[in-house]
């Protein structure tokens, strides 16, 4: 039973920004720190400041000997049920990590000679160095230190879906960064049989964690230890027939042995190891889930983009299906723009409440369109407005949502309608917005839209965007 159909939704997983996971079950996506600071916007700096405030502060305790304190600190992280993601066949665990799970944390962490020494950084460094840290426990830590924003987050996918939520639900630990202790609180959160639900964005979940013990360790330390060994032309130098030198990887093993104490051991002797493999990471990090991607790890099907295109072209224009419009434009857009665009905010309040963004969508594109969008122009968000008119769009309509724009929530927007009696007169009206530095304005009836979705039948990644390319091509023109 997943969240789309407990909950009514008439959704597919491609139009819901969140995993829909099987609410009694686990599905086996993880939670990556890495991914957390792929997100551009206010939500996904607070869940990195979190990660990296309570796993610093853990180490900081284990290094001056305060091993009791960060015992206690530790007691709190548990497998967390309530997103129903990990390793689990059957009914979801939720197990309490209690004392017992804590203490092998601790015991890991605190006999580590890589966290007495500060030579973990990051809460991926453990999957590196310290043994019994595996990627889901990784994700389970993390998860239960980004709970906070996940329920924030939970609540307002919610509203815009309306999905039932109960009063008064017990939040469960959340990180205090500044007293650096646990609190809770009664808060608003749908509940199934299964418990209190809490829903993960498709942007920061993956199959597996960036970083890789054995990926380290073999392609990294081993082969600087081999230039080590051949320049100083050791004894496990082997010279071949044809001249060449060599150093296998089996006699280094062999002479400086294996797992993860040996990586400690090497990279506390060589830290220069780790910081090129950390640098590799940064430079090809892995890339969000495509729909394929979590189609294949939920066994379902991939989107049907036929399908959530007529929703959208067979709905009569006027003002009684005016919402509905709206409605299934944001499904197609979230399923056509994923994962370039992430977060979608229906109804977004700006200036106290007195003006309204009909879809606001958070910029975490890391190529295409939509990220030389953001590295030349001012666009960390895309404002979309929709308007399911009888009657042609003209002034009012670009001077709604150039009033939407600001420096700090950024300057382009999408007006998506039905049709154009005159789609060149009102592109010049879009271009006379841009040359007045009022933001840049692309305007997209149904033709538009169908021309897309055979764009993206074509090319799945569909990140070049070669309609809107030529459009703000003429805008800047």
Not at 211 to 224: C, S, T, V
Not at 314 to 319: A, F, V
Not at 448 to 471: G, H, S, Y
Request: aromatic residues 8%; charged residues 25%.
């Amino acid at each position: 039973m997943r969240i789309s159909d407990l909950y009514s939704l008439n959704r597919t997983q491609a139009t819901l920004d969140f995993v829909d996971v099987d609410v009694e079950r686990d599905t086996p996506l993880f939670v990556s720190p890495t991914a957390l600071e792929l997100v551009p916007s206010e939500w996904g700096d607070e869940c990195v400041h979190l990660v990296q405030n309570y796993f610093r502060y853990v180490l900081e305790l284990i290094q001056t000997g305060e091993n009791k304190r960060a015992e206690e600190l530790l007691h709190q992280l548990h497998e967390p049920n309530e997103t129903h993601l990990g390793f689990s066949k059957n009914q979801s665990r939720g197990r309490a990590v209690g004392n017992e799970y804590a203490h092998d944390v601790w015991d890991a962490l605190s006999q580590s000679r890589a966290a007495a020494t500060g030579l973990l950084e990051d809460l991926e460094d453990t999957v590196l160095m310290i043994d019994g840290i595996s990627i889901d426990i990784v994700s389970d830590i993390a998860t239960n230190i980004i709970r906070d924003p996940l329920i924030q987050y939970t609540q307002q996918m919610c509203r815009w879906h309306n999905i039932s939520m109960e009063q008064s639900v017990n939040s469960g630990p959340l990180w205090d960064p500044v007293n650096h202790k646990w609190t809770s609180r009664l808060i608003e959160l749908p509940v199934t049989s299964s418990g209190r639900l809490l829903l993960v964005p498709k942007a920061i979940v993956r199959q597996h964690l960036d970083y890789d013990a054995g990926e380290y360790y073999r392609h990294y330390i081993l082969e600087y230890l081999q230039r080590v060994e051949l320049n100083n032309n050791s004894e496990l130098v082997q010279l071949l027939k044809n001249g060449e030198k060599r150093v296998t990887k089996k006699s280094l093993e062999e002479k400086y042995g294996s797992g993860k104490k040996t990586i400690v051991t090497q990279t506390r002797a060589h830290p220069e190891i780790l910081r090129e493999y950390k640098n590799a990471k940064k430079t090809s990090q892995q890339a969000a889930l495509t729909h394929e991607d979590i189609a294949l790890v939920e066994n379902q099907q991939d989107p049907d983009w036929d399908e959530l295109l007529m929703r959208v072209i067979n709905l009569s224009p006027g003002n009684e299906t005016a919402h509905l419009y709206e409605t299934e434009v944001e499904a197609l857009l979230t399923a056509l723009f994923y994962p370039q665009l992430a977060y979608p905010t229906p109804q977004h309040e700006i200036h106290d409440g007195r003006k309204r963004i009909d879809i606001t969508y958070t910029n975490v594109a890391k190529a295409g369109f939509f990220s030389w969008l953001g590295m030349h122009y001012t666009a960390p968000r895309i404002f979309i407005e929709c308007k399911n008119y009888t009657r042609e769009l003209g002034n009012p309509e670009l001077d709604q949502i150039a009033g939407r724009f600001s420096p700090s929530r950024g300057k382009v927007g999408i007006i998506v309608c039905r049709n154009f009696e005159d789609k060149n007169n009102f592109l010049l009206r879009c271009r006379d917005t841009a040359r007045d530095d009022r933001g840049f304005i692309i305007p997209v009836d149904d033709e538009d839209l169908k021309a897309l979705i055979e764009a993206k039948k074509v090319d799945p990644f569909f990140d070049r965007l070669q309609l809107f390319e030529d459009r703000f091509n003429y805008l800047i023109s």
